[in-house]
């Protein structure tokens, strides 16, 4: 069964932290190279930070050195480790498989499975 599973958002105060987590089936994490996406209220689903199927991690711009992407290849699982964090980080986060290539990064198409994604709400 083609599953995501997000979890350990919440509500913070700026300038704190939160852990995410993620499980995923072996169809979508085994092999492949995972990422986190967020969609914040009015916009559209962004990339936040990839990791490879070997660990190699890389994050957008706006990430500052903030936050830190790892996974588990035995569990099948993705973390991502977010500190300091800006009411601008507030939105729906999401992971899911990431296509990266010369031209880019680029996520699944949304009729592909997605998880249900976890909130993240950050009080300035």
């Known amino acids: 069964q083609v599953q995501l599973v997000e979890s350990g958002g919440g509500l913070v105060q700026s300038g704190g932290s939160l852990r995410l987590s993620c499980a995923a089936s072996?169809?979508?994490?085994?092999?492949?190279?995972m990422g986190w996406y967020r969609q914040a209220p009015g916009k559209g689903r962004e990339l936040v930070a990839t990791?490879?199927?070997?660990?190699?991690?890389n994050y957008q711009d706006f990430v500052g050195g903030r936050f830190t992407i790892s996974r588990d290849n035995v569990k099948n699982t993705v973390g991502l480790e977010m500190n300091s964090l800006k009411p601008e980080d507030t939105a729906v986060y999401y992971c899911n498989r990431v296509y990266c290539s010369g031209l880019g990064c680029f996520a699944p198409q949304p009729s592909d499975p997605w998880g249900q994604g976890t909130q993240v709400t950050v009080s300035s």
């Open positions: 990791i490879t199927k070997y660990g190699a991690p």
């Open positions: 072996g169809s979508i994490f085994s092999g492949n190279d």
